[in-house]
């Protein structure tokens, strides 16, 4: 059974960081690509960040560039998001999910594609 299960998130002041955790567990990690996305209320599930099988390329949002370090360490499992410069419009719930698709922009950019989410974790950043 696959599991992903996101920590480190939590109740932040606007300029601050956090790190974002995401360990897997019943899949083989390097095989697949990972992915941050968040959702705030109200609102759709939008792209944070992605990065590939082996940690070589990396994909972002937009107004995250700068701001959000995505990583991981396949030894361990477990993929990172790093981010500084925290923004109330930050403010969400982040989850990490797992695609077997194609590496690339478009693709590590669709949520339809990853095949397995997380239960995700609330960052909330106060102004």
């Known amino acids: 059974q696959v599991q992903l299960e996101e920590s480190g998130g939590g109740l932040v002041q606007a300029g601050g960081s956090l790190r974002l955790s995401c360990a897997a567990s019943g899949v083989t990690f390097s095989r697949y690509s990972m992915g941050w996305f968040r959702q705030a209320p109200g609102k759709e599930r939008e792209f944070v960040a992605a990065v590939g099988r082996s940690g070589g390329t990396t994909y972002y949002e937009e107004s995250t560039k700068g701001r959000f370090t995505i990583s991981r360490d396949n030894a361990k499992n477990t993929v990172y998001l790093e981010m500084n410069s925290l923004k109330s419009e930050d403010t969400a719930l982040y989850y990490c999910?797992?695609?077997?698709?194609?590496?690339?922009?478009?693709?590590?950019?669709?949520?339809?594609?990853?095949?397995?989410w997380g239960q995700g974790t609330q960052v909330t950043v106060s102004s």
């Open positions: 999910a797992a695609s077997g698709s194609l590496e690339g922009d478009w693709f590590l950019k669709n949520a339809g594609l990853y095949a397995y």
